[in-house]
Structure formats: C-alpha cells, structure tokens
C-alpha cells in the first residue's frame, strides 16, 4: 500500500508555470505507475499525464502536450508535473495516482489505479 501526498498548488497568472510534486510512502514506489489527474468543477475527472514505474515511457493528454511534463525520482520517492505556458482552462483540483505493477506500462484512465492523492488546487488567472 502507498499513500500519495501532492504539493505546488497555487494561483499563477496565464502563461505561467507551476511545478506539482507527488510525494509517496512505503519502500516500493519503483514498482508503481503513476499518473496525474485533474477535475475542473462540474467536470468528470480526467487523465492528465502518466508515467511507467521506470520512467522509461509517458503519455499524455492531448490539452496538455508539449505544455506538460511528467517525471519521476524513484529514490526520492516522489513524480512531478512540470506545467509550462499555463491557461485559464488548466484550473482544477490536480491528484496524483498510483497503481503497482510488475510491468512497464502507462496507465491512463481512472479505473486502472488504485491510490490516490488528496489533490492540490491549481489556479490560472487570465
């Protein structure tokens, strides 16, 4: 089991950037995928990007490529979402996500993980 704790919240005027921190316990993290999700109100949640337990591979969503960045420090424990050139409509609630895998593989919808974050609030003002 793997508890998620994100930072790097907060209010940024358009254009700007934000780095998101997802800090995990436990000994095994280099054995999870992990991912990014968002949730704008009265909006489903929705995949944001995701990351295999190497490292080795990404996807993202397509609102946020070439924007984005995901990546990971498996000895610190800890992904990141480093969000560049920021707009109004990336405002959400951002929430980390985890899933143990022996493979090495990229995750991408809700269902596939079964650990989450208590989300931390991005805010892009235009």
């Known amino acids: 089991q793997v508890q998620l704790v994100e930072s790097g919240g907060g209010l940024v005027p358009a254009g700007g950037s934000l780095r998101l921190s997802c800090a995990a316990s436990?000994?095994?993290?280099?054995?999870?995928?992990m991912g990014w999700f968002r949730q704008a109100p009265g909006k489903e949640r929705e995949f944001v990007a995701g990351?295999?337990?190497?490292?080795?591979?990404?996807n993202y969503a397509d609102s946020v490529k070439g924007r984005f960045t995901i990546s990971r420090d498996n000895a610190g424990n800890t992904v990141y979402l480093q969000m560049n050139t920021l707009r109004p409509e990336d405002t959400a609630v951002y929430y980390c996500?985890?899933?143990?895998?022996?493979?090495?593989?990229?995750?991408?919808?809700?269902?596939?993980?079964?650990?989450w974050g208590q989300g931390t609030q991005v805010t892009v003002s235009s």
């Open positions: 436990g000994r095994t993290f280099g054995f999870y995928a």
């Open positions: 996500a985890g899933k143990f895998s022996l493979a090495v593989v990229v995750l991408t919808t809700r269902a596939q993980y079964d650990y």
């Open positions: 990351i295999s337990r190497t490292g080795s591979s990404t």
